[in-house]
């Protein structure tokens, strides 16, 4: 389709303008009329019984308007998919940071000063910290009536796998641990809360999900959904994370309870102790395969930390358990995946949902494997690649695979070759592929897709409203660049309106990388129907029937005539005086060929199209102090097709520099339950000069359910990221990382064992 | 107590009489109001809170607002003027903005950058970025927005006068 | 992260500053750059009443070399050091580890004295002064004394100063022989961190320019405070190139002995200890290479 205009073209961002004058306002920015500021009193325990809970005296501080605690809500058990959460804690504090009390004053220094005048007794009560630990017989219980401490189990089993593991020529079984790390987006997370004379709910806030997270508070709050009103006004950054979280709730309590407006943000602080980090997984796989390198069958064990409350961390669990599956083509698969409660933060999304943790493994062992065949690893991923048109063991059916493009173009374009042959000490070369979804019908149970609408005034501003959320990624300018395409107008003319729950359709948010191909397909279906609507009033106009009528760069012309068009303008103008003044408004919705998974096979079309990648990452390592140096990166990437290549290219920029973060200096640092490191001081992210410069190559095969071909590339930016590099550390050094994030000292150690030997 | 602070910001000479336990970026954001200066972690790491302060790169978070008398401070908001900075112009055009919190830091530390060195390389550039915090866009795009700002903008001496700050 | 209300005071001579201190130094903190005092602030791990700001002492802002040493004002900013070049030329070791302190947004305003009275352990200025033999020069309303730094770190966050007392000078002594020095600092990611480790190793020729006259090594991070290695110095006086590069690896392991590093979330105690002697022998080999390489061996 090279006859696009504005679909795959490179865009700034429509937003951009304002992002670099200082002008957007986000979040943290909001002033309202009124406003009061909070704060959040946390608990400096893991696991205790809060004895004594006094806010007297902090009430009485001048400038104090409000006090909070748990009696001051409906007390209501609620949970975005459970019933363990309570808005600040009832009798007992699960976790460092778990939310105790809270107050609003009219300043930020007064709020600070009165958490110190709230006096909490507690008694501190045994606590569990690592899930292997909670699962233990003796363990404490989080929960009284979660024995075990589990909080969820998934188990798939198709075909035989010990049958296929028996009968493989070679079956690579290993243990591997990755850690807790922080989203570490630059915004903190936060709230503005304002309650209204009948006591209508606004929150303004940064949130992937303005709706779903809509329906959870109202039943937390006790509310009827339509008393709740989410603006999602610009945000700093989420990758996963943005989601439920309490600190809005709090907010929204303050503000009922000082009947003024509340400004709730977390301090740095208190998003490291209460924001929802990714959950941290032991896993155990067992993977089978041929003498000629075809797999067999794959044995899984996964053990998620949940946190003290659920969010999300089980649906991260069974997407670890079961995604890789439609990665290679898998006939035997096994997986038992626990998630267990901890008395540690609730856990939650970050990019990559499960699947990045268990592509590391799965990559880890498929690099080992093509080791031991002496199989080439690109070739290995060849061989068993899911293609174009193939139904995975779980019933996915894969649309265009990029898979192998990707594979071929990421080795030529890293040498990938000549580097590997070319053997230099303490330099090394790794690869790793990866799946995704651009969408996942399993997370929500009502329906999965995406609506759109386009209102055009008489003054030709096209405003597009969607129900997704911009957390940074583009998602405004893709969604204008798929309107203005539709329309055959210039992207100039496209607004994207503020996601407002009362005025937006009812989206289920940016999340498993659903936003370009839900939201999109919502937005592209509204721009249909909005185009219809014009090419009835431009057909009236041209004296033609209005399925001859096409649109190109804002004139509307009879197919073939393209000399003797009318402006957009003149067709708009017409239109909207032919209603009387009203504006045209056109909805639309997408709705994918998707299917529930089977609750016991776990069988089903779950997504409308699934992205691929292969990455390739070139290392160094000092051999004395075990760092690693990633000096080159190449990531080619499946995406269907890019709305806007820049923007593409700087999310694979992004989630690639994050896996690294994750490889070689993330760590939450958490001792019998407090976290020794919960600032940037000590939680270390990539700088500039830790990261090289990507090459990305975007591979295209064009999606059929895509709008206009596009998958999407958010998460599949990172989930290989981790293997490629340490891949090309086992290939510098011939040690194996199994733990994330790489160990200096025990690298160091292992490379001497080596060279002694 | 509070202190007399005599200091001029974007051009403009402002007098306030401030608490001297108030940091720059409180002054900047709250008591005038400017709030494209950023606050992403109030420890002086993550740099979202640059501003030039006499033309210098500073962490407004770390700075007492009295430690301003006198000086010179420039924020996101005095870098442009009718049009946009170079600089501002090459973010927008080399997608060099994402979520965009970092990215009056990012300006701010590139603007006190370019101003020092004309001619860097994109080493130099991450060299000087390194105290800037970005975890949307692996960094790449911003360096090279800043390189081509450097050399596409030709840096005459008609710029206009806030560049001197 | 908000800072409680203190009364604050701008000194407007060192005079000032120094009677100021002797009626109230018990309950002042000293405002310089403000980067480690503001941290600790928001922190509340102190809490003084009041607040002297001396950055208007213009007067102790100065990089002076004279015959004998160079002479440093404490207010000098750390990038102001570390594109010395004076510094760059004769103590590369402290222009690189002034360079290396957080970010450049950081350096700007954080002062060479703010750094060495906060006194951390890993204080990054703290190792090259002390492998040059530098002194501090410490005032009061009574007057001055000069202090080796290798005696003014006392503790973790510790010094000789008492709170009516200021750091008026660092006085670095000038060798009028070739030398050369070198800083490594082992950080978690390619910048801005602390260091979990700092080396730094200096040397010193004699007259002939064939042998060793001196060498010093600072530690950083290893041990309560900052320290020298007096046992692994002494093992180069006198040695030529050869000698002294052969010396590097028993220099190394006494360094490790001397040190006395923390296991803490950054780093093992065992790992500190290793980088230490891969440090040592890395600045060893570099400095000392560079030192003869006009020098024909001997």
Redesign the interface.
Known sequence: MSDLHVVGKSYPQIDAREKVTGTTEFVSDLVLPNMLFGRTLRSPYAHARIVHLDTSRASKMPGVKAVVTYSDTPGIKFGPRSNDWTIMACEKVLFEGDEVAAVAAVDEDTAEEALDLIRVEYEEIPAVFDPMDAMQPEAPLVHDDKPGNIAFEYKVDVGDVDEALKNSYFVYEDSFYTNQVYQAYLEPMGAVAAVDLCGRLTLWTGTQIPNMMRMTYARALGLPPEQIRVVVPDYGGAFGAKMENNVHLVAAVLAQKARRPVKLMNTRRDDFLAGNPRVPMYVDIKLGVTADGILTGKDVRVVGGNGARTIYAHAIVATACYRVDSLYRFRHVRAMGHTVYTNTVPTSCFRGFGNAQMTFVLESAMDAIAEHLSIDPAELRLKNGIGSGEVSIHGWRIGASGLAECVERATKAADWAGKRSRREPMRGIGLACCNHVAGNRGFVQEFDGGAGMVRIGRDGRITVYHGESDMGQGQKTTFAQIVAERLGVPLELIVVAQVDTDVSPFGLGSFATRGTIMGGNGVLAAAANAFRQLAEVAGEMLEAAPEDIVSENGMFFVMGAPDQGIPFMDVIEAATRKQGGAPLVATGHYIPPTELPNPVTKYGNVAPAYPFACQIAEVEVDPDTGHVTVVNFVAAHDVGRAINPMATEGQIQGGVAQGLGWTLMENMVVNEGRVANASFLDYEIPGPLDVPDVVPILVEPVEPEGPYGAKGIGEPALNPSMAAITNAIYNATGVRINRLPVNHQMLVREIKKRDHS | ?K?PLSFVLNGEEHFLMI?????LLDVI?VDL????????????????C?VL?NG????A????A??VNGKEVL???G??GDA?HPL?KA?????A????????GM?M?AKG?LNKHPHPTKED???????????????????EAIHSAAYESGNSPADSERDDV | MRIRPFDYQRAESLHHALQFLDAHGAETKLLAGGTDLVLALKAKTVAPTRVLDINELKDLDYIRPDESALRIGPLVRHARMASDPFIRQKFPALAQATGLIGSWQLRNVGTLGGNLCNASPSADSAPALLAANALAVIADVNGEEEVLFRDFFTGPRASLLKPHQILKEIVVPLCDTRSHSMYLKLMRKKAVDLALVGVCFQAELDVTGSRIARVGIGLGGVAPTPIRVPNAEALFSGTGYREALEALPEAAEAAVTSANPISDLRATAEYRRDIVRVFVERSGRQVLGNLFSEVSES
């Open positions: 107590m202190v608490r001297p336990n108030r940091t954001r109001g400017l709030t494209g200066t950023k606050l992403g972690c109030g420890q002086g790491k993550c740099g979202a640059t302060l210098e790169p500073v962490n978070c770390l700075i007492l009295p430690q924020t996101v908001e870098l442009g946009l501002q973010f927008v055009e080399k997608g903005v994402q979520c965009g919190y970092c990215t009056p300006l530390t950058f550039i991450r060299a000087a970025i390194a105290g800037n915090l970005c975890r949307c866009t692996g960094y790449k795009n911003i360096a």
